[in-house]
Structure formats: C-alpha cells, structure tokens
C-alpha cells in the first residue's frame, strides 16, 4: 500500500479514526464524568460545614448541580462542553437537566401547552416512567416479601 | 480536612460509569435516552438487591450522582413507604422521593424557555 496516495490516505484514516475516536471520547468521558462527581462530593461537603442536615445537604447537591446545568443549557455553554464530554456530563444528573431544559428551550416557539409542556417531558419523560415503573415492580415484590412471606 | 481517598474513589467510580455509557454509546446503537433510562432501571435493581449501600459507602458521589443514584432514590423512597404506610408506599415512595429533583430541573427548565429565545437544539 502506497500511503502517499490518495487511496493509502483514506485506508489509513478508516483503519485509525474510529478507534481513537472512541479512545478520545473514553478519556474525556472519564474524566469529566468524575470531575462533576467529585465537586458533588465537594460541595456536600461545603453544605455540611455550613451546618445544613445530612439528608437536606444531599438534596441541595442535586439542585445545585441541576441548576448549573441548566442554566450552562440556556446559555449555549452546555452542548459545546458535551461535544467533548460526552457521556461524562450525560450520565450525572446534569445529563437529566440538560435534556430537559434542552427540550423545553426548542419547544418554546411551538406554544405553551402542546408545545413547551408536552416536550419538556421528551427524554425526560421516559427516564421518569420506566424508573417509576422499576420502583412499584420493586415495592410489590418487597410487600409481598415483607408482609406474607415472613 | 476532606478525605483524600475517599475524593479519589468518588472521581474513579463517577469517571467509571460515564466511560460505561461512552463505550455504549460508541459501540452499539443505544441514544443517549437509552442509556439514561438503563442507568435509572439498574439503579432500582442495585438498590432492591442491597449493591447500592454498599457502593455508597465506599464511592459516595461518585455513585449518588450519575443517574443509578436517582434510581435508588426511587427504590428508598418505595421502601420506606411501604415500611412506613404498607401497601400504598408502592404507589406513593418512588415519586415523592425523587420531587426536589424532578421539580427542580423541570422549574429551571420553564424559567430560562421563557426568558430567551429558542435556538438551535442544545442537545
């Protein structure tokens, strides 16, 4: 194979891209994946030193993080961070923000009702129901469990 | 003074299931709801089968706060219903555990539509 030809070129972009593709968006993913978690770490304990309750610090993490992600979604910021995080802001719970103000934003023009309020719900809508749905699966088997079996 | 290890684990576990979803991503033809929506199932599944406490205790953020977290909040919340109220629990934990969040983005989200101007998808 000749690979200063056009031919050798696009064989050797083929043979290389994708794999190093996947390996750039694997260590991007990684890493930005554990920096949200580890400022989620942070910041509880920031809250716990501010003399917030366990149970309450921890919800006002997820806000917070919400929030931030949502409002990185407003401005435009999120989805050029996404294009080299991939998955490591996907998966957190800035993942869930964003899709939902990501929706609500682009549905906006289309009304207020049919429009932002049905598609707000359109990728969070099915993580909400089958998340649902794994819970009462779960509670019928943890009744049954708990209140006839022993 | 934070815990240095435990900072670590928190990084490497959070940094863990996002490379998960990555390869996922890349390798097979699972979108990105996909993948949210096996996250929050596996969630409830590891917290039904006691994996969750577990992992909590050694990773904590890094395991509370990609979306397996939110799924187990879900399965706390139906647990502690049921144990609390019985029967109905199975109806009313999996939500009422989860509001803050869900009410959270969702308020954040209609606040800033309404302030700017439809775009491009920012997704």
């Known amino acids: 194979m000749d690979i200063y030809s056009l031919e050798g070129k696009k064989e050797i972009i083929k043979r290389y891209s994708p794999k190093t593709r996947i390996l750039r968006n694997s260590v991007f993913a990684f890493i930005f994946g554990g920096l949200i978690c580890l400022s989620a770490e942070l910041l509880r304990y920031l809250y716990l030193w501010l003399n917030i309750e366990e149970k309450d610090a921890l919800s006002l993490v997820g806000v917070t993080l919400i929030f931030i992600a949502s409002l990185l979604t407003a401005l435009g910021l999120f989805d050029r961070i996404a294009r080299y995080s991939g998955a490591g802001t996907l998966v957190p719970i800035t993942g869930f923000s964003n899709s939902v103000t990501s929706q609500a934003l682009d549905a906006r023009s ?14 969070s809508g099915p993580v909400i129901l089958w998340g649902i749905a794994s819970g009462v699966l779960y509670g019928i088997i943890y009744y049954i469990y708990l209140y006839i079996i022993r | 003074m934070p815990d240095y290890l435990n900072l670590f684990l928190v990084f490497l576990m959070g940094g863990f299931l996002s490379l998960i979803a990555q390869i996922l991503i890349d390798l097979t033809r699972l979108t990105p709801a996909r993948i949210l929506v096996a996250y929050v199932c596996s ?70 539509s309404l302030f700017t101007k439809g775009g491009a998808k920012r997704m």
Not at chain 2, 84 to 89: C, H, L, Q, S, V
């Open chain 1, 110 to 123: 289309e009304g207020l009702v049919m429009g932002l309020g049905a598609k707000i719900f359109t990728v």
């Open chain 2, 43 to 112: 969630g409830v599944f590891l917290y039904a089968t006691g994996a969750y406490d577990t992992l909590y205790k050694i990773f904590g953020a890094g395991v509370a706060t990609p979306l397996i977290g939110f799924g187990a909040a879900i399965g706390r919340g139906v647990r502690e219903a049921i144990e609390k109220n019985g029967a109905i629990g199975i109806l009313s934990g999996g939500l009422s555990a989860t509001a803050t969040g869900i009410t959270a983005a969702l308020i954040f989200a209609l606040f800033f």
